[in-house]
């Protein structure tokens, strides 16, 4: 015997279109609940994979951002170094101005003063490091920044000798050369309180000599600050441009997933009122079968 229950065609219609219209409420109410469209694989495979695709890129963009962020600072270091330096031997150069008009003695004391100044610069950039990366004291240094994983956008930037025993040399009492030098500062200038007490007041040369050498040697350092000061500025574009682009990629995610509200609000409640008329359609629908009904009352 067979336990089906048979429904009337126009019942059956009007049943299967409330169950759509309770799917589509559910759906709805689910976009509603989450902000989101199409939250999984199942709802849209095409879509889903796509901002997957585009929120990956952008997470990585910022993951990016931090390491432009510290090269920034890494170069900032290195340009304020390297502006320090200059003023230093700006400083030695006022010393040898001075002495050209001081005697032999004066000269002397001049050079003591001279001799710390370079020891000092020396210290200054050996110190000017950030997480252990130190641009100014070695062209061995390289800061290497990749911008973008899927793409072979890297930048690398060397670093300058700016010791004072690489910028300038000392030779038989006075200063020559210029980034040359192998030997250490501290040795390079044991020579020059002596060479600059022998020098008469008229025979400046030497004086002249190392003052020549020391603008050789700024030129040098404020040539190596400006390279750096414009990879400070690409850089700072390069992380704006990143975190623009970031931002359009994540939108370009969102809209493909993220739910109009709007939209999904004003179907909610259409769906409720097809939903109430379904059923008023299905109690008409049935009439027949109660009428059926009551001839056996």
């Known amino acids: 015997m067979s336990s089906n229950i048979v429904l009337g065609l126009a019942t059956r219609q009007n049943l299967l279109s409330l169950q759509g219209i309770n799917s589509n409420i559910s759906t709805s109410q689910n976009h509603l609940a989450t902000g989101l469209k199409v939250a999984s694989a199942v709802d849209n495979a095409v879509l889903f994979f796509q901002s997957q695709s585009l929120t990956n890129r952008a997470n990585d963009l910022n993951q990016r951002k931090s390491n432009i962020d510290q090269g920034i600072s890494t170069l900032t270091t290195a340009t304020q170094a390297t502006q320090s330096v200059v003023s230093i031997l700006q400083q030695l150069q006022g010393l040898l101005n ?3 008009t001081e005697t032999g003695a004066q000269r002397k004391a001049t050079a003591q003063q001279f001799d710390p100044l370079t020891v000092q610069l020396t210290n200054l950039v050996n110190d000017a490091s950030y997480q252990g990366l130190n641009l100014v004291n070695s062209t061995k240094s390289t800061l290497s920044l990749q911008f973008s994983i899927t793409s072979t956008s890297t930048l690398k930037i060397k670093g300058y000798n700016q010791l004072v025993s690489k910028l300038v040399v000392s030779s038989g009492g006075g200063l020559v050369g210029t980034a040359a030098a192998a030997s250490k500062l501290a ?3 044991k ?4 060479g600059w007490s022998k020098v008469s007041a008229t025979g400046t040369s030497l004086l002249d000599g190392g003052f020549n050498t020391l603008q050789t040697a700024i030129f040098s350092a404020q040539a190596n600050a400006q390279a750096l000061g414009g990879n ?3 850089l700072q574009t390069r992380l704006d441009f990143t975190s623009q682009y970031a931002t359009t990629l994540q939108g370009g995610s969102d809209k ?3 739910a109009d509200v709007n939209v999904e609000s004003t179907n909610l409640v ?3 009122t097809r939903q109430q008329l379904a059923i008023q359609s299905l109690s008409i629908a049935t009439q027949s079968d109660q009428a059926v009904l009551r001839l056996f009352h």
Do not use: Y
């Open 98 to 100: 001075s002495a050209k």
């Open 187 to 189: 040795t390079n200038l």
């Open 191 to 194: 020579g020059l309180s002596g």
């Open 232 to 234: 400070v500025t690409f």
């Open 256 to 258: 493909l997933t993220v």
């Open 270 to 272: 259409t769906l409720q």
